[in-house]
């Protein structure tokens, strides 16, 4: 092979003849002794003479890893041709509303099937006689290893081409990430075209949908006890229901005695059952009127939209009055109901010395949607 020469000006006239393979390296390739000694000294054991990856290469090129090689491939080629074909069937119905969808999943086809290249016998042999080639550039012998740069294994200073066994699991992991591809398209498509075609149905005839808002069942046994609201009150609790809900709005003990001032609630709605949580999905402010009515002593707060709740996810609500009022509460309270299950939430020093520690009777039901 013609000899090629460094052109950096410091390195001129030092031969190409090093190659480093180290994954994260930004000057990986073709190098030069100096190269090496001034920006490849942390992994200098992936560091090899070009003469050495080419003997190597050459060993492994014989007629039996070719056919290995070949037959992967087409098993590879085999599984993405399947993927396309269910991926376009469930598309052509709703493929304008899909478009990012489409040019993602052809995105990972093509790199998929960039990979799989690499097992079909042609462009191993390509390489390789490239690489057997007398002159070169810098470009095309970066390119040529680059190639088949997954077949090569580095450790300790020695370098090798993947056995059988190893270009198996190389081949399987491909043939499972297109396995996983179309599973998981095939699913959501389908999903997604049936509910869009229930959202058809639904806007061709808007007037017959009616959103049904459920009532929880009441947390406590009420007794006519009052309990006095001034620090911050809060529950946790997850959705027994095996679907997503939609959480609409949450019922408040009835207020006995009222402030002269205007009372109101700040409405926090944190994911997980800390209140540190920085991630707040829902945030308002009620205020409460004394004229607002109140059945069995529950009254109804509703929120501006409604929260989506997903299974046995943890979600916590709290509720801080802007004055102190005296409310009935409810005694002996359940943690487990028949539509969710409750915990106390956890707090910060901000919270600890509030009655949330010991009390979490401000709401007794929620109300929601399915």
């Not at 069942?217 to 620090?231: D, S």
């Not at 009254?299 to 102190?324: M, W």
Request: hydrophobic share 35%; net charge negative.
């Amino acid at each position: 092979m013609q000899t090629l020469f460094c052109e950096d000006k410091e390195h001129l006239d030092n031969p190409l003849n090093l190659f480093c393979l180290e994954v994260d390296c930004q000057q990986k390739g073709l190098i030069c002794s100096f190269c090496l000694l001034k920006s490849h000294q942390n992994h200098v054991k992936n560091v090899f003479p070009l003469k050495t990856i080419i003997q190597s290469l050459n060993k492994a090129n014989n007629p039996k890893n070719q056919q290995e090689l070949h037959n992967k491939g087409n098993e590879i080629f085999g599984k993405h041709h399947k993927i396309k074909q269910t991926f376009r069937q469930n598309l052509i119905e709703i493929k304008e509303i899909l478009n990012k969808l489409e040019r993602e999943i052809e995105k990972q086809i093509k790199l998929l099937d960039l990979e799989a290249d690499l097992f079909v016998g042609d462009a191993f042999e390509k390489s390789i006689s490239m690489l057997n080639m007398e002159k070169l550039t810098k470009v095309q012998i970066e390119s040529a290893i680059e190639k088949i740069e997954p077949l090569l294994k580095t450790c300790d200073g020695q370098i090798w081409i993947l056995r059988d066994t190893e270009i198996n699991q190389q081949a399987q992991k491909l043939i499972k990430t297109a396995e996983v591809i179309e599973r998981e398209s095939k699913y959501w498509l389908e999903k997604c075209l049936n509910d869009l075609k229930k959202l058809f149905e639904t806007c061709q005839n808007p007037i017959k949908k009616q959103v049904k808002i459920l009532s929880s069942q009441n947390r406590f046994q009420l007794t006519y006890e009052q309990w006095n609201l001034k620090e911050t009150d809060a529950i946790c609790l997850r959705s027994k229901k095996k679907h997503d809900i939609w959480l609409s709005g949450v019922g408040l003990y009835e207020i006995t005695t009222w402030p002269e001032s205007e009372l109101s609630f700040q409405v926090q709605i944190f994911e997980g059952s800390n209140l540190n949580s920085k991630k707040i999905i829902y945030q308002d402010k009620f205020v409460i009127k004394n004229d607002m009515e109140f059945v069995n002593h529950i009254g109804k707060l509703y929120f501006t939209k409604a929260i989506k709740i997903e299974y046995d996810k943890p979600y916590t609500i709290a509720l801080t009055p802007n004055q102190s009022c005296l409310s009935y509460y409810g005694a002996n309270g359940k943690f487990e109901t028949d539509e969710f299950q409750f915990e106390e939430p956890k707090f910060n020093q901000e919270y600890s010395d509030n009655s949330t520690t010991i009390n979490q009777g401000v709401v007794p039901q929620f109300f929601y949607e399915e």
